[in-house]
C-alpha cells in the first residue's frame, strides 16, 4: 500500500471512529457532517467526499460491521452444530455478541431505523444484502447437518434457512429495543420459541 493510500485509509479510520462515538453520544438526526470532521481531524469536504451524508458514514459503519460478522460466522460456527436448534441458538449468540462488541444498541436501532423508513434507499439494500448472506450461512449448516445425517434429508434447506433467520431476526430486533435485556434473556426467548415450534411440529 502506498504512502497516499495508507494515509487516505487513516483518515477513513479517523471519520468512522469519530461517527461511531457521535451516533452513541447524539443520534443521527443531531449530528453534522462538520462535527464528524471536526473530531476526526478533517476537513467537512473530505468526509463528503468519502461518503456523501451522515447516513452515508452510518453506512460504512454498518458495512464494516457486517464484514467482521460474517467472519466471525465462518471461524466460530461452521460445522460445530449438533442439531437445528443449536445452529439457530449458537448463530444467535454470535450475532448478539458481535453487535454489542462493534456497535452499540442505540447505534443499531439508528440503523434498522434508517433501513425502513425508505429516506435512505441505500439503507434497504444494504439491510437486503446482509439478511441475504446471514440466511445463507443458516443455510450451509443446514446443508452440513443433512450431509451429517443430523437432518431430515426431506428438509427444505432454503425455506428452513429463511424460517430460522426471520424466527431470530425477530427476537434480535427486540434484543435491540430494549437496553436492559440481556443477551441471555434474548437467547432464553428464542429457545423457548424454538421448543414450543418442535411440539407444533411433532403435534
Excluded at 434508517?114 to 434507499?121: F, I, K, L, N, Q
Aim: proline share 1%; charged share 25%.
Amino acid at each position: 500500500m502506498s504512502l497516499r493510500e495508507r494515509q487516505k485509509e487513516g483518515r477513513r479510520a479517523r471519520i468512522i471512529a469519530a461517527a461511531k462515538s457521535l451516533f452513541v453520544e447524539a443520534g443521527l438526526g443531531n449530528i453534522t457532517i462538520e462535527a464528524i470532521a471536526e473530531i476526526a481531524g478533517v476537513s467537512s469536504v473530505t468526509v463528503h467526499n468519502y461518503y456523501g451524508t451522515k447516513s452515508g458514514v452510518l453506512l460504512a459503519l454498518v458495512a464494516e460491521s457486517d464484514r467482521e460478522l460474517l467472519e466471525t460466522l465462518d471461524e466460530d460456527l461452521s460445522h460445530q452444530p449438533k442439531d437445528s436448534i443449536d445452529l439457530l441458538l449458537r448463530f444467535f449468540t454470535i450475532v448478539c455478541d458481535h453487535t454489542l462488541t462493534h456497535l452499540d444498541k442505540s447505534v443499531w436501532r439508528q440503523v434498522i431505523s434508517a433501513s425502513v423508513d425508505g429516506d435512505e434507499p441505500r439503507f434497504n439494500k444494504l439491510y437486503r444484502e446482509l439478511d441475504y448472506r446471514l440466511a445463507s450461512v443458516l443455510i450451509r449448516e443446514i446443508e452440513l447437518l443433512k450431509a451429517a445425517g443430523k437432518l431430515s434429508e426431506s428438509a427444505n434447506s432454503t425455506h428452513l434457512g429463511w424460517a430460522m433467520f426471520n424466527l431470530q431476526n425477530a427476537r434480535f430486533v427486540e434484543f435491540i429495543a430494549n437496553d436492559s435485556k440481556t443477551r441471555d434473556q434474548a437467547l432464553h426467548d428464542l429457545r423457548n420459541d424454538l421448543l414450543a415450534l418442535s411440539t407444533l411440529v411433532h403435534s
